[in-house]
């Protein structure tokens, strides 16, 4: 079992910056892949960045690439999403999840079983 616990969020104007925290509980952290979703009112919720358990191998979203960038601490048990040049269209609730490290990397939302209760971000103009 994992419990994820967000923090980071809040409000910026566009063009700024903010680093969204998840901190992990478990014994078994650098096991877990991780990675971080999103949701806009009124849209699905979608794939963000996704780190392997070792934190070799990453993927980013089109949307987010060169702007956005996932990161963790295996001895913090911590994952990090950098998100640099905010827009307006980057305002939504991000969502922390993790599921067993495989050898691909996941971006469906449902191949992660854990989820934290997520922490809003919000971009004005």
């Known amino acids: 079992q994992v419990q994820l616990v967000e923090s980071g969020g809040g409000l910026v104007q566009a063009g700024g910056s903010l680093r969204l925290s998840c901190a992990a509980s478990g014994r078994t952290f650098s096991s877990y892949a991780m990675a971080w979703f999103r949701q806009a009112p009124g849209k699905a919720r979608e794939f963000v960045a996704a780190i392997s358990g070792s934190g070799r191998l990453t993927s980013h979203a089109d949307s987010v690439l060169g702007r956005f960038t996932i990161s963790r601490d295996n001895a913090k048990k911590t994952v990090y999403l950098q998100m640099n040049s905010l827009k307006p269209e980057d305002t939504a609730v991000y969502y922390c999840?993790?599921?067993?490290?495989?050898?691909?990397?996941?971006?469906?939302?449902?191949?992660?079983?854990?989820w934290g209760q997520g922490t809003q971000v919000t971009v004005s103009s």
């Open positions: 999840v993790a599921d067993r490290d495989k050898p691909n990397l996941p971006v469906g939302r449902n191949d992660y079983q854990f």
